[in-house]
């Protein structure tokens, strides 16, 4: 497990209790906020934006929802500006661990973090004392290939495909996911989730009983509307 990827968020808050759901919006919403406040509010032209918009889409954000976070982004609507940060830390037996949130308070989402991490027996760690143990990688995850197609896949920049029983996950150069989704869409293929992950250059194995701990860590950090997205180095 490199990342635990807002894919897995949105199907397993499918169907679960409305406050849920609302928290899954809220996390949503702020992904586009951002995005539009980089990029600009054309998802043809903000490609970041365009991925956001396809993951709300996919986890049934209303439209109503989707262009308001739009306007929010380009200050269009007024309300409290969002800003991204990237936390770095450790979790059981060492486990190295990124942490991207979203949030509207630097302070409440730093305290958060760090009680949540402290209470697992982890720690915050200093700006880029994990970093260099992950890379960026764009990652797709489709239903099923064709053999057939996973030549051309590489001449368009995949670096790795690997197939299992729910899916097939499609690797590639940060700079090249763009041109892997738009090839896949060219042939029809439906993408299930497209995005720029922290993938692990190695794994780290760690005790069942740090997994355990971990599980739990990974699972509060996920419940919380201020994280975005989070990382690991762990063997899970």
Request: hydrophobic fraction near 35%; charge should be neutral.
């Amino acid at each position: 497990m490199s990342g635990h990827s807002k894919w897995a968020q949105i199907h397993r808050q499918k169907g679960v209790a409305d406050t849920k759901r609302g928290a899954l919006f809220t996390k949503l919403g702020k992904a586009i906020t951002i995005a539009a406040k980089i990029g600009g509010p054309d998802p043809d032209a903000n490609f970041r934006l365009r991925l956001a918009i396809d993951q709300a889409k996919a986890a049934n954000l209303p439209k109503d929802n989707i262009e308001r976070a739009i306007k929010r982004g380009t200050g269009e609507l007024s309300g409290q500006q969002i800003e991204q940060i990237t936390y770095e830390g450790f979790g059981p037996g060492g486990a190295a661990l990124i942490i991207e949130c979203l949030t509207d308070n630097r302070n409440r989402t730093s305290s958060a973090i760090k009680h949540i991490l402290t209470k697992s027996g982890g720690s915050l760690g200093s700006p880029n004392s994990v970093a260099w143990l992950f890379e960026p990688k764009g990652v797709v995850r489709i239903k099923n290939l064709e053999e057939k197609l996973e030549l051309e896949l590489i001449d368009a920049g995949a670096t790795d495909i690997i197939k299992d029983p729910d899916n097939v996950i499609i690797y590639s150069q940060s700079n090249d996911l763009k041109k892997i989704k738009e090839f896949l869409e060219k042939k029809q293929i439906q993408t299930d989730y497209a995005e720029i992950e922290q993938v692990a250059k190695a794994k780290k194995m760690i005790t069942d009983q740090e997994k355990e701990k971990l599980e739990t860590l990974l699972s509060e950090l996920g419940e919380n509307e201020d994280v975005n997205n989070y990382y690991t180095n762990a063997e899970i």
